[in-house]
């Protein structure tokens, strides 16, 4: 009658695609800020990213034989990520390319949910900017003046206003701070994320920006703002599968993050960096665990 | 990094804690196992036939790490049979069928106790082990020198979900309690003794900071701490109320303190001023599934299905049967297991209640070694585990663990955590015996 298991016999409730499904709320603002800045060809960016990506797993695990994942979001999510890393104006077969690297590549040939080493959106972002000249391009808000990304070469930064409210060109969910902000917010008040990986990485970014450009904050502080740093410190600097777990490991991953960055965006043949640091401190992550696990009870002395 | 031991928040679920403790009718037969502690079985003195009385001796202590047996109920032994434990031990129980008179027998006189060497004696012939749930025969606890003893610490955190009985414990029987610290901080010597209270149990903490007014032979303070399961482990508990390290693989004495739980304090107050041994348990009878939960007084022995039928019965057929609470309990497969000397709970599960999760895919979030009181990695364990890396597993500190269960508490995907812990554990003490021979 009664069954036999080891305890616990009661679960927290949390789930994977409970936390999947923060993300996506988390996302919302900035989706729908990019619509509204860039117009509905954004929302068929967002669709068919999403859509590919959420198909495209569904698919392989039933020609793999593997268990269903698709309702534990993470696929849902990965291409909203995506969709929002690119410029409203690509051609949306391009989106199709780009999800089925992310879910298919990066993700599921490594084995799928969790197992993967870097992450699948800005692998696949990555992927897109080598094999695509469309994202260079990028797009622009519907009633403004044509002109370069605000980190192309001989661009003229946006005030921080601007930088705030988003109406200025860059990939579709990147632009608006504040939405970004306040999605961050969300999730670090659902506990979903910690502020230790986002504020390390803008922090680093802020101060060595504050060094380069002759010390000074507003400038220093735009260059937080834009060209992707908010978005991936807060969605893709955090993606569990490939970052470190304690605080101390998720301090250097954003530090790490950060200083690639700019040393990209100074010193490097791109104008941006956001997506090759990330991509770059993913790699380095089993290492960083390595040196960052928790101090054991006990062991070493007092604690 | 941090100044306090994480942990998890549980859903305290203690409805029971305000209710009277019902003292349930003497059942007709108890089944007393020899195994319901820590260490070597007691071995019976009694035979098939033998007439028996209330806090008659039974058994005698089957060695160092044991302790005698007595029984609750007066009446005659009618069958000793085979018991198996939870544990996997098979062990003999006595089997008695009681007269309903409850004689109480001649030898239920206080203990003379005026030295160490007679206290070591009363607290190992009072048949008390760690009521927590531990069942550490508490003599063995306190045979160190007493030099080595800085503080006493005394559990009354109760950080399981549902179980009050340590609550009620502290606030019905603090007088039994301080006369056990009165006479175990004069004979041994003990200058310190902090009381350890989750800021829920608000009462108990009230009837804990009178009692510890009362005591003048040592300095009895009544530490608050935040209601974080698990706060009443040993070395959680140690490190929150004195701010001491017990080193891993260590005991608690070796960071010069005593731990004991609450309701074993008041046991030996019971024992030392009327010499009744332990022979009965306070029991929170709760889950779901129970009508009517409250705390029962029930003879160590009674079959649980009585317990459920004193407060009630059963509503529905449960879906887990627990000894203790939900983070650690032990499950048992039917309701004719017998209430213990190291039982302080018995629940009855609905499915609802019990429903875990389906275990889906580790997503490396770290909610587990962020969670883990001692900063563990479970994630890591159960991988060398499960690939059978013996040489990660050594250096993975699993041998700390003390299966409190957080990591499988929070894991999104629901993952055996804690219960590869365990595996590994067993694997490894497996492993260390062998290299030892």
């Known amino acids: 009658m009664s069954k036999l298991s080891m305890s616990p016999h009661i679960h927290s409730g949390m789930s994977t695609g409970g936390i999947m499904l923060d993300v996506i709320i988390a996302l919302l603002p900035a989706a729908v800020a990019g619509v509204v800045i860039f117009g509905l060809s954004a929302l068929w960016v967002i669709l068919t990213c999403v859509i590919s990506c959420v198909a495209l797993e569904a698919l392989f695990t039933l020609i793999a034989k593997k268990p269903q994942s698709v309702k534990d979001l993470s696929a849902a999510v990965t291409g909203l990520l995506l969709a929002l890393n690119l410029p409203a104006n690509i051609p949306l077969w391009q989106c199709v390319v780009g999800s089925l690297f992310a879910i298919i590549v990066v993700k599921c040939l490594f084995g799928g949910l969790g197992q993967n080493v870097v992450n699948p959106a800005i692998a696949a972002r990555v992927f897109m900017l080598v094999a695509f000249g469309s994202l260079a391009k990028a797009a622009f808000p519907v009633d403004a003046v044509a002109g370069a990304t605000p980190l192309a070469p001989g661009a003229t930064m946006p005030d921080l206003l601007t930088l705030f409210t988003g109406y200025y060109g860059g990939a579709i969910g990147e632009t608006c701070s504040v939405a970004l902000l306040v999605g961050g917010i969300y999730l670090v008040v659902r506990r979903v994320i910690t502020w230790h990986n986002p504020v390390a990485f803008m922090g680093t970014v802020f101060v060595f920006s504050f060094l380069m450009e002759g010390y000074d904050p507003i400038k220093a502080l735009s260059m937080v703002l834009c060209g992707g740093v908010v978005i991936g410190a807060i969605f893709m600097a955090t993606d569990y599968t490939t970052s470190p777990p304690t605080p101390w490991g998720k301090v250097i991953f954003g530090i790490g993050c950060g200083l690639f960055t700019c040393l990209i965006r100074y010193f490097g043949s791109y104008p941006e960096g956001v997506s090759f640091a990330i991509l770059f401190m993913n790699i380095l992550t089993p290492y960083i665990n390595r040196w960052t696990r928790h101090k054991v009870f006990g062991t070493g002395g007092a604690k | ?437």
Not at chain 2, 38 to 50: E, F, M, N, Q, R
Not at chain 2, 189 to 207: L, M, P, T, W, Y
Not at chain 2, 241 to 265: F, H, M, S, W, Y
Request: charged share 20%; hydrophobic share 40%.
């Open chain 2, 1 to 437: 990094m941090a100044s306090y031991l994480h942990g998890v928040h549980v859903p305290h679920r203690k409805k029971t804690r305000h209710k009277p403790v019902l003292r349930m009718d003497i059942p007709k037969v108890v089944t007393i196992p020899m195994s319901m502690h820590i260490g070597a079985p007691s071995v019976p003195i009694v035979k098939v036939g033998d007439e028996v009385k209330v806090g008659q001796k039974i058994a005698e202590a089957g060695g160092f790490v044991s302790v005698p047996v007595y029984s609750g109920v007066s009446g005659k032994v009618s069958k000793i049979k085979d018991y198996l434990d939870a544990n996997g031990r098979t062990a003999p129980a006595i089997v008695i069928e009681s007269d309903g008179l409850q004689t109480v027998a001649e030898t239920v006189i206080p203990p003379i106790v005026t030295n160490r060497e007679e206290l070591l004696t009363a607290l190992k012939e009072s048949g008390i082990v760690g009521l927590g749930g531990a069942g550490f025969p508490t003599h063995v606890k306190f045979a160190v020198e007493p030099e080595r003893i800085d503080y006493l610490v005394i559990n009354g955190a109760e950080c399981e979900p549902y179980v009050t009985s340590d609550t009620i414990t502290m606030m019905e029987r603090s007088e039994d309690m301080g006369y056990a610290l009165r006479v175990l901080c004069d004979i041994l010597g003990i200058r310190k003794v902090v009381v350890g209270i989750e800021n829920n149990k608000k009462r108990a903490a009230v009837a804990m900071r009178k009692m510890a007014a009362d005591i003048v032979e040592a300095e009895v303070s009544v530490k608050m701490l935040p209601s974080v399961y698990p706060q009443g482990g040993e070395k959680v508990l140690i490190y929150h109320t004195v701010g001491r390290v017990v080193p891993e693989g260590k005991l608690p004495i070796d960071a010069g303190c005593i731990v004991i739980n609450c309701t074993t304090l008041a046991t030996i107050g019971t024992y030392l001023k009327t010499g009744m041994p332990l022979v009965e348990k306070c029991v929170t009878v709760d889950g779901g599934a129970v009508t009517n939960p409250q705390n029962v007084l029930a003879p160590v022995g009674t079959a649980i299905a009585e317990l459920f039928e004193a407060c009630g019965g059963l509503t529905c057929d449960p879906a887990k049967i627990l000894y203790g609470g939900p983070m650690m309990g032990v499950t048992v497969p039917d309701t004719t297991e017998p209430v213990m000397t190291n039982t302080n709970a018995v629940m009855a599960l609905t499915k609802k209640e019990a429903w875990l999760p389906k275990t889906t895919a580790c997503i490396r979030c770290g909610s587990c070694t962020n969670h883990c009181p001692f900063g563990l990695a479970p994630m890591a364990i159960s991988h060398a585990y499960k690939v059978g890396d013996v040489e990660t597993l050594k250096t993975l500190n699993v041998e700390t663990c003390m299966l409190c269960g957080c990591c499988s508490f929070v894991c999104p995907a629901n993952r055996p955590l804690v219960q590869r812990n365990k595996l590994a554990k067993e694997l490894l003490k497996e492993l260390r015996a062998k290299e030892g021979k």
